[in-house]
């Protein structure tokens, strides 16, 4: 199969400019390329099937560009998304017109700002706005605001809470939306809570809506002082909880855990709560039997944990109880969901009827903690 003559010719005068980026646009059978002049188009005129004409467009673009007649190979879909194209060759395979290539560029470790912005001309998805914001000279460069805004605009066509969840989180990053724009997301979350979750991924001592310090804050504050001076973690962390912000976060996990819509909101939140507590955590202490973590912190005396808590409890005896369920907490993460969740696929009220024997404790150590 060749190209149409003209096609043919339009397409090798196209390549021997210095480009940026070529997309195809399939349903008007046109190439549109990227220069530092600016946009140009070819219409093509196809001479069969439309199908495979763009197959064979595609195969003359990556026979210029990389010396491979065969194509993209496009079924190598898990392998682009896993980070693994080579530093070098991503400018290359924005002039492939080929999606899978683009998702091969965007998924890379080594994408600068100026590569995300070729990329996004090509193909602009959700998702590949995601995956750039992952990277940090992304975040810090002229792309970050723009993709940003992109995600901001699409959140209400979100339907996966995952997605909901990642894109939040992702636009909350230093710099990237304006004040009034947080919290406009933070009210979304009244009828989203996926939301709320993005934010205790992304902004945990930094939520909206700061509630009360815990009426015991300024005097274990007070008593720990010496501790906190000199970084000790248990110290900074039982602080850390009964401060405005860290009452804030432990209001907001209610929230969710209330009423989480699927699986996945469950799994970030418990995500989010491991991040939180990860100072703390004792090590290989998590578990799938919240029974177990239970039971350890309640026999924190005997528990394997680092002494820290136990100097904690010596401190403050009147508030062990909290200090046993800073430590529940810290042991928990999705393992705990796994006895559950390998059984069933529930979404919706009858997800959160048998996550019961899971998440009723859980706000218990809430309820003990902000109580």
Same mark, same amino acid.
């Given at each position: 199969?060749?190209?149409?003559?003209?096609?043919?010719?339009?397409?090798?005068?196209?390549?021997?400019?210095?480009?940026?980026?070529?997309?195809?646009?399939?349903?008007?059978?046109?190439?549109?390329?990227?220069?530092?002049?600016?946009?140009?188009?070819?219409?093509?005129?196809?001479?069969?099937?439309?199908?495979?004409?763009?197959?064979?467009?595609?195969?003359?673009?990556?026979?210029?560009?990389?010396?491979?007649?065969?194509?993209?190979?496009?079924?190598?879909?898990?392998?682009?998304?896993?980070?693994?194209?080579?530093?070098?060759?991503?400018?290359?395979?924005?002039?492939?017109?080929?999606? %899978?290539?683009?998702?091969?560029?965007?998924?890379?470790?080594?994408?600068?700002?100026?590569?995300?912005?070729?990329?996004?001309?090509?193909?602009?998805?959700?998702?590949?706005?995601?995956?750039?914001?992952?990277?940090?000279?992304?975040?810090?460069?002229?792309?970050?605001?723009?993709?940003? %805004?992109?995600?901001?605009?699409?959140?209400?066509?979100?339907?996966?809470? *995952?997605?909901?969840?990642?894109?939040?989180?992702?636009?909350?990053?230093?710099?990237?939306?304006?004040?009034? &724009?947080?919290?406009?997301?933070?009210?979304?979350?009244?009828?989203?809570?996926?939301?709320?979750?993005?934010?205790?991924?992304?902004?945990?001592?930094?939520?909206?809506?700061?509630?009360?310090?815990?009426?015991?804050?300024?005097?274990?504050?007070?008593?720990?002082?010496?501790?906190?001076?000199?970084?000790?973690?248990?110290?900074?962390?039982?602080?850390?909880?009964?401060?405005?912000?860290?009452?804030?976060?432990?209001?907001?996990?209610?929230?969710?855990?209330?009423?989480?819509?699927?699986?996945?909101?469950?799994?970030?939140?418990?995500?989010?709560?491991?991040?939180?507590?990860?100072?703390?955590?004792?090590?290989?202490?998590?578990?799938?039997?919240?029974?177990?973590?239970?039971?350890?912190?309640?026999?924190?005396?005997?528990?394997?944990?680092?002494?820290?808590?136990?100097?904690?409890?010596?401190?403050?005896?009147?508030?062990?109880?909290?200090?046993?369920?800073?430590?529940?907490?810290?042991?928990?993460?999705?393992?705990?969901?796994?006895?559950?969740?390998?059984?069933?696929? *529930?979404?919706?009220?009858?997800?959160?009827?048998?996550?019961?024997?899971?998440?009723?404790?859980?706000?218990?150590?809430?309820?003990?903690? &902000?109580?």
């Amino acid at each position: 199969m060749e190209l149409s003559p003209e096609d043919a010719l339009r397409i090798n005068v196209l390549l021997a400019s210095q480009l940026e980026a070529v997309r195809i646009d399939e349903s008007s059978m046109t190439v549109h390329a990227l220069s530092g002049r600016g946009e140009a188009r070819v219409k093509l005129n196809p001479n069969c099937r439309d199908e495979a004409y763009l197959r064979t467009v595609r195969e003359a673009l990556s026979s210029h560009v990389l010396g491979s007649p065969g194509g993209y190979p496009v079924y190598l879909k898990r392998w682009t998304r896993m980070g693994q194209a080579r530093d070098e060759i991503l400018e290359s395979l924005l002039l492939l017109g080929e999606p %899978e290539a683009v998702a091969a560029v965007v998924n890379a470790s080594g994408l600068t700002d100026e590569i995300a912005r070729r990329a996004w001309w090509t193909l602009q998805s959700a998702e590949n706005a995601r995956c750039m914001l992952r990277q940090q000279p992304v975040v810090e460069g002229d792309m970050g605001a723009v993709l940003a %805004e992109f995600l901001v605009e699409f959140l209400p066509f979100e339907h996966e809470p *995952a997605d909901m969840i990642e894109s939040v989180r992702l636009v909350l990053q230093a710099g990237l939306i304006s004040d009034a &724009t947080r919290a406009q997301l933070w009210e979304r979350g009244r009828s989203r809570n996926a939301y709320y979750v993005g934010f205790l991924r992304a902004l945990p001592d930094e939520l909206p809506d700061t509630v009360a310090a815990h009426p015991a804050h300024e005097e274990v504050s007070r008593k720990l002082a010496a501790l906190t001076q000199v970084g000790d973690p248990h110290a900074s962390q039982f602080c850390r909880l009964l401060s405005a912000p860290g009452q804030t976060f432990l209001a907001t996990v209610r929230r969710v855990l209330e009423k989480p819509s699927n699986q996945d909101v469950v799994v970030s939140l418990l995500h989010a709560i491991s991040d939180y507590f990860e100072a703390v955590a004792p090590a290989g202490a998590r578990s799938d039997d919240i029974g177990e973590i239970l039971g350890k912190a309640d026999a924190l005396e005997r528990c394997e944990a680092d002494n820290g808590f136990q100097r904690l409890v010596e401190l403050l005896p009147g508030h062990s109880t909290m200090v046993r369920a800073m430590l529940a907490m810290s042991m928990l993460d999705e393992p705990v969901v796994n006895p559950i969740f390998s059984r069933t696929d *529930a979404v919706g009220s009858v997800m959160r009827k048998k996550l019961k024997p899971v998440s009723d404790p859980l706000l218990g150590l809430v309820d003990i903690l &902000t109580s």
